[in-house]
Antibody, heavy 122, light 109 residues
Framework: EVQLEQSGVEVKKPGESLKISCRGSGYIFPGYWIAWVRQMPGKGLEWMGVIYPDDSQTRYSPSFEGQVSLSADKSINTVYLQWSSLTASDTAMFYC???????????????WGQGTPVTVSS | QSALTQPPSASGSPGQSVTISCTGTSSDVGGYNSVSWYQQHPGKVPKLMIYDVSKRPSGVPDRFSGSKSGNTASLTVSGLQAEDEADYYCSSYAGFNVVFGGGTKLTVL
């Protein structure tokens, strides 16, 4: 069974840094892109970017380029989403999800993590 | 890149059919057969319902169907049931990136 296990609840102050994780199991982890999706309170889903764990290739949504950083450690089947300096507007639920299909022909998110809630408040 | 356009709400009575639209451009919805739909119940994780415009993952009832015409994709839920009440999001490949729709809240009356 494909599973994505995300790290737990985070409460941080503005200006602090943060790194959250997503660990995959039940499939060949390095062989699938992993996407990160933001959902702000009461709002819709937003595509942040993707990372390919095998070689750490990344592709960022223009809206998030330069705001966050994606990384991976394929030896432990884990990808990370990182901020260097949080602001209150980073308060949201963050999901990782496995990307299936092929670029150019059809991609979709077929398995999701449980989400990591992040609250940034002074 | 802009989000895909979905109606904020849709509704139907049990047993009826409802269709949710998702409008993009030739750079996303119209340019690729890569539209997917996700269902999200309140406080829950999104779930894949349709991929590649009209394919259903294993376990998704055949009451859910997808289609596309030009720059607009559609999700149709037939034989509405109470448990179909949820938020629905469309998504499309957009050139080495992906874009979501704003979401549609489906209410079963």
């Amino acid at each position: 069974e494909v599973q994505l296990e995300q790290s737990g609840v985070e409460v941080k102050k503005p200006g602090e840094s943060l790194k959250i994780s997503c660990r995959g199991s039940g499939y060949i982890f390095p062989g699938y892109w992993i996407a990160w999706v933001r959902q702000m309170p009461g709002k819709g889903l937003e595509w942040m970017g993707v990372i390919y764990p095998d070689d750490s290739q990344t592709r960022y949504s223009p809206s998030f380029e330069g705001q966050v950083s994606l990384s991976a450690d394929k030896s432990i089947n884990t990808v990370y989403l990182q901020w260097s300096s949080l602001t209150a507007s980073d308060t949201a639920m963050f999901y990782c999800a496995r990307l299936s299909g092929l670029w150019h022909t059809g991609v979709y998110l077929d398995s999701w993590g449980q989400g990591t809630p992040v609250t940034v408040s002074s | 890149q802009s989000a895909l356009t979905q109606p904020p709400s849709a509704s139907g009575s049990p047993g009826q059919s409802v269709t949710i639209s998702c409008t993009g451009t030739s750079s996303d919805v119209g340019g690729y057969n890569s539209v997917s739909w996700y269902q999200q119940h309140p406080g829950k994780v999104p779930k894949l319902m349709i991929y590649d415009v009209s394919k259903r993952p294993s376990g998704v009832p055949d009451r859910f169907s997808g289609s596309k015409s030009g720059n607009t994709a559609s999700l149709t839920v037939s034989g509405l049931q109470a448990e179909d009440e949820a938020d629905y999001y469309c998504s499309s490949y957009a050139g080495f990136n992906v874009v979501f729709g704003g979401g549609t809240k489906l209410t079963v009356l």
